[in-house]
């Protein structure tokens, strides 16, 4: 299995343009995270899908942010507009409860 | 007061000393996880547990429910062995996880 694979390994981008960020989990789980890591914050929770459907979605930041999961095989984290807060470390992983979740590379975002 | 919380945040070891990284969350859980960040940043899962000791080759982990407390042990550390250890918990009734802020640990060859 290739593992979770996310795209792009990394993103440069102005203040005030959408960023989308992809995930393909590890074929099979049925739970799908996302995650933030900053120096300052550590890892954080930003949303997590139980077969496609969003169950909690209290860290997301603002508005700005929105997570889809349009099928069992493919999620997007997009940020629009932007901001140079955003920049940070992405993270995706997958699991199938109650098994250990599997992360992706992640992707880092820069927002100048 | 974060929910999980490591210690020590840095530690620096010689290469071949016995290493302990320590967690504790003051939430119940289901199941506690430690994790791996290399330098170049890919997290790796180390152990997840829910009672009891776990080994891998150098790598102990153990658990108290009771104490809410973990620990990570390595043995006849490397300074391959350098990474960020992170100590995860799966609440109960939630399939999130909440960190800890993380132990940099640097083996000295």
């Known amino acids: 299995d290739a593992g979770v694979i996310q795209s792009p390994r990394h993103e440069v981008t102005e203040m005030g343009q959408e960023v989308t960020l992809r995930c393909k989990p590890i074929?099979?789980?049925?739970?799908l995270f996302w995650y933030r890591q900053t120096m300052m914050r550590g890892l954080e929770l930003l949303i997590y899908?139980?077969?496609?459907?969003?169950?909690?979605d209290s860290g997301m930041p603002e508005d700005r942010f929105s997570a889809k999961m349009p099928n069992a095989s493919f999620s997007t984290l997009k940020i629009q507009p932007s901001e140079p807060r955003d920049s940070a470390v992405y993270f995706c992983?997958?699991?199938?409860?109650?098994?250990?979740?599997?992360f992706g590379p992640g992707t880092r975002l820069t927002v100048t | 007061k974060n929910e999980v919380e490591q210690s020590p945040q840095n530690l620096t070891a010689q290469e071949g000393e016995f290493i302990t990284i320590n967690c504790s969350y003051s939430?119940?859980?289901?199941?506690l996880h430690w994790l791996q960040q290399h330098p170049g940043g890919g997290i790796v899962s180390l152990f997840m547990?829910?009672?009891g000791k776990k080994k891998h080759g150098r790598l102990i982990a153990t658990i108290n429910i009771q104490e809410k407390h973990s620990s990570l042990h390595i043995t006849a550390s490397h300074p391959r062995d350098s990474a960020v250890y992170i100590c995860?918990?799966?609440?109960?009734?939630?399939?999130?996880?909440?960190f800890g802020a993380g132990t940099r640990l640097t083996v000295k060859p």
């Open positions: 547990l829910s009672s």
């Open positions: 992983a997958s699991s199938a409860y109650p098994l250990e979740q599997y």
């Open positions: 074929s099979g789980h049925d739970y």
């Open positions: 995860a918990v799966r609440p109960l009734l939630f399939n999130d996880m909440r």
């Open positions: 939430v119940g859980i289901s199941a």
């Open positions: 899908f139980n077969n496609n459907v969003p169950i909690d």
